[in-house]
């Protein structure tokens, strides 16, 4: 086997293919280093997105597909009182490393951290102020179901924010090609969000751009 057949072009590296499937849903050994690696390789995406919405002492924060937990670890050191944060993912590997990394706030009823898919959530309707998704919306298994499950979830006025390293550009994809076949992923456009979520009973729709690293946030409140 050559080294074409061991690696892939995401659009922005040559990565290990093994490594790299792990994106999706990490398992074993491979799928702790990809988490490792997502902490630190995400985190000034991060950053820069949760600097587009505000979270307050008291909000109720559910992250879906929580990775290996930092988003979480971010959202618990912005909350007290009343304030909660829930992380979600389908990956067994993702849930170990979120509790790992959120222990203490874990055992001080701040986090808690749940193996579920955004396709159902075992949550009853409106309990959350704020839902958010870091670089996982490429890889719900029904956009428009998904969205109205989150929509289920959130309160009234509440916000659901997403952001994701690739931004759809027409005409510009190819570098993606190699990646959305190995991963079965989809990077969706901004007009396509738009249209997804004013369709599952969204407004307010607003997408922020960091041309500089490729970088896409998307806000909307629920109706």
């Known amino acids: 086997m050559n080294d074409n057949d061991n690696n892939v072009n995401t659009g922005r590296h040559v990565e290990n293919k093994e490594l790299i499937k792990n994106a999706r849903n990490p398992v074993?050994?491979?799928?702790?280093?990809?988490?490792?690696?997502?902490?630190?390789?995400?985190?000034?995406?991060?950053?820069?997105?949760?600097?587009?919405?505000?979270?307050?002492e008291d909000s109720k924060i559910l992250d879906?597909?929580?990775?290996?937990?930092?988003?979480?670890?971010?959202?618990?050191?912005?909350?007290?009182?009343?304030?909660?944060?829930?992380?979600i993912?389908?990956?067994?590997?993702?849930?170990?490393?979120?509790?790992?990394?959120?222990?203490?706030?874990i055992d001080n009823g701040i986090v808690n951290v749940l193996k579920e898919s955004v396709s159902d959530m075992p949550f009853y309707d409106e309990t959350f102020d704020?839902?958010?998704?870091?670089e996982t919306i490429y890889f719900w298994p029904d956009v428009?179901?998904?969205?109205?499950?989150?929509?289920r979830v959130l309160k009234k006025g509440g916000l659901v924010f997403f952001c994701n390293e690739a931004v759809y550009r027409?005409?510009?994809?190819?570098?993606?090609?190699?990646?959305?076949?190995?991963?079965?992923?989809?990077?969706?456009?901004?007009?396509?969000?738009?249209?997804?979520?004013?369709?599952?009973?969204?407004?307010d729709f607003k997408a922020f751009v960091?041309?500089?690293?490729?970088?896409?946030?998307?806000?909307a409140i629920k109706i």
Request: hydrophobic letters at 35%; glycine letters at 10%; one cysteine or more.
């Open 28 to 56: 074993g050994e491979l799928g702790h280093q990809i988490l490792d690696r997502m902490n630190k390789s995400h985190e000034s995406m991060a950053q820069w997105g949760v600097t587009h919405f505000d979270v307050k």
């Open 64 to 87: 879906i597909g929580c990775g290996g937990g930092r988003n979480l670890e971010r959202f618990a050191a912005l909350v007290s009182g009343e304030g909660r944060v829930v992380g």
């Open 89 to 105: 993912d389908y990956s067994e590997v993702s849930v170990e490393k979120s509790i790992a990394l959120n222990k203490e706030a």
């Open 130 to 134: 704020i839902v958010t998704g870091f």
């Open 144 to 151: 428009i179901n998904d969205l109205k499950e989150v929509n």
């Open 170 to 203: 027409e005409g510009e994809m190819e570098k993606y090609d190699d990646l959305v076949e190995l991963l079965d992923m989809k990077i969706y456009s901004e007009d396509v969000l738009r249209e997804s979520l004013e369709r599952t009973g969204f407004k």
């Open 210 to 219: 960091n041309e500089e690293n490729d970088w896409i946030c998307i806000t």
